[in-house]
């Protein structure tokens, strides 16, 4: 029985043999692209699991990656090559696409956790974000009345300025909540980047918590955007 | 042998082009007439009777094909583009302003099929003969075969216009390494001079697709940070509109429906396309047309003036439509018009003094001090850009091996989820190659099969969005409902074409995909549409070269030995009658010799000589199709009334 197959090797470019990491992209010593990468976003970019990212450094580094994996630097490469320069590329896309954005960082860091975030499974319907926070209970469901009577007002072709300015101070309100919310992520973020696996776990879960809340606010604020909207054309 | 070149083609609505880098500069490779822009037009030609038959119907292709467009336009096509990877549902507007004859039995969901004269093509048909002849073009002018080659797409194209123009390239005998998005291109062209960084726009106004395109500019790569269009907007559009207009006061004021007659009706346009492009530079244009003598009084006259305010009003609404896109993509990339620092424009439509009035108030261009882009033409920027991709492709060249293009994908990814709602996967404007990966498993005991619905578009239904393919998980080992968990990896290429892999990750089973395209052609029946097959062997390029030579030879004998019979040859004086029949015989003479290089001038030189008479006969063909003479000739060859039953909407007027 051969066994060949299932021994685990120190992995080695293809080219020519240079030790690599698992989840290399590139071979650094030759340049040549390595077979698909599975390599997590941060360690595409050569980062540990961190919140606090640089974006300019961030883009400087794609940049150069993309200089040496882009399948357009492979249209004369071996069939193998340019599938591989495909993969990595998208996956050096992906990385920069939610690495840049620190809501998107956030939420893939958590899941990397092992946290459950927010719509797990695609067109699942109602999930934790869907749940108005504890304690918005009230006010949110003031707003909920609030828009559906401006809908209402919309659809018979009336007017009610009162309406108007009261939508108008609660979408100030809660963009106010929105942008505390932000604060808090960032705060939460900076304990788990400095903290030790115990505070890391407290912090997770509480940017989880609100990574929810901000989805539900979020969507809460679209809504009145979306009633503002119709009502100033 | 030295390496092979790539070229660079714009494959357009109203004109195409083929170009390549030359040195250190991207040069657009003219035709055998000379002329740079090979009109997108292509006609049937009509087979004598007598001739044996052959497989394969032959075609004219570009300026040559213009006559047949007005003498017979049941065997002529044009704005093909506009059609690559539709339906029918997805055309019915186009139908309504665009002469398109179709096939009667295309089923919902069928690829379209365009019938010229008794035979049937696809878009994509029509397209591949209008790359072969580009391809002929570079063939000639290098001497030696091109099989390699980077189309360009607007941006705002979609998976199935995108797979449908790479199929056209396949049967053209090209193989498409890259398809660019044509704003994208133009950036490149402009940019390879000039170390450029910062934010620009490209703003892309063509015959029938409009395109917004952001880029940010850093050391040699050209990013784009946000892209938006209309795939249906572009002087097309404001040429149905002038068209309409004269439709109905030929109506009212002289008691003439020209609606029913296609020949009529692709001279009008004529017409007022050459009214709409003197616009641009003078402040009035006039239409001067004879119409019919059935229905009114000889000699009857469409006689028009056209003052430029009232044409700018009149276009206005076909405009405004360009400024969402701008305003949506600014929006997306996160920027205000200030942070723009530069402006490209691209496409013949932006010669319009009104579109650059509207670019200039939606970019705030006059008030900052700035002044858009326009030193490379219009009509040839687009190709330039893809001689230049070309170039970084071949890496064969210093002056783009710094230049790296990173795009994105135009349009939101989704899977039709329960309810027949998206799940977004991809959002729109991420860089490409882009990937997502998903999860599935099965709702049934032993189910081996799952059905999976790719959708692209914003909207927030399935049945809003653009249905891009059914897939079929098949060959799931039978297990318990929902333990099976199915991996399935979509990404979309460097060309914005989705691909997709799938595995059944308990077993380990790599899960078989049946890829069923919504409006897209199998490999199969690509391969049955590859227009000749001896385009593949690279071997008897000069014996082909010598046939296609001989065959355009053919091609102009045949039309100068009909040419006395023709009214326009007694316009002609004796001296050029005598030399048009000096250089017949001498291209009569040398055409059955085996120098390429002897017929390919003797060709030259007839087509030259007869330019003037050509012209002549075009007018000729225009008025003659006005007093509805021409069109009585056609039905009777064809002993079938012409069907175009709505070949215009109304005009709008608000």
Redesign the interface.
Known sequence: MSTATTISVPAACWACSAALTQSALLCPNCSKVQPASTADYFQVFGLPRSLNIETASLEREF?RL??RL????F??ATPEEQQWS??N???L??A??TLRDPIQRTEYLLRLEGLKIGEEH????KSADRQPPADLLEEVFELNMQLEEMRMNQKMGERDPALQADLTAARARFEGLLAAVDGDLSSKGAEWDAGDSAIRDQAAKAMATLLDRRRYLRNLVRDVNEVLTTAAA | MPEERIVGIDLGTTNSLVAYMEGSQPVVIPGVDGSNLVPSIVALDIVDPNAESSARPTVTVGNSARRALIENPERAVYSVKRLMGRGLEDIQDELKLFPFQLADDIQPGEVLRIRLGDKHFTPSEISAYILRQLKRNAERYFGAPVTKAVITVPAYFNDAQRQATRDAGRMAGLDVLRLVNEPTAAALAYGLDRAKEGIIAVYDLGGGTFDISILKLNDGIFEVIATNGDTHLGGDDIDNLLLAVALDEIRNEHNVDLRQQPDAIQALRKAVIEAKIRLSTEPVAKLDIELPSNGGPDGDRYQREIPREVYEQLIQPVLARTAGPCRQAMADAGITPDQIEELVLVGGSTRIPAVRTLVDEIFQLSVRGKKPHTELNPDEVVALGAAVQASILAGSSTTTDELLLLDVTPLSLGIEALGGVVARIIQRNSTIPASATEHFTTGVDGQTNVAIHVLQGERELASDCRSLARFDLKGIPPMTAGLPRIEVKFLIDANGILQVTAREQRSGLEAQIEVKPTYGLTDEQVETMILDSFDHAETDFEARQLIEARLDADTILAAVEKAPASPAWKLLGEDEKANIEAVRLQLTAIKTSDNLQAIRAATTDLDHATRNFAEKMMEAAVSGAMRGKTMQTASDDLGEAVNAPHPFAPAEFK
Not at chain 1, 70 to 73: F, K, N, V
């Open positions: 940049h993309s200089r882009h399948p357009d630097r249209a004369r495909l993969a590329t998208a996956l896309n992906d920069y696409r695609a067109g699942k319907g």
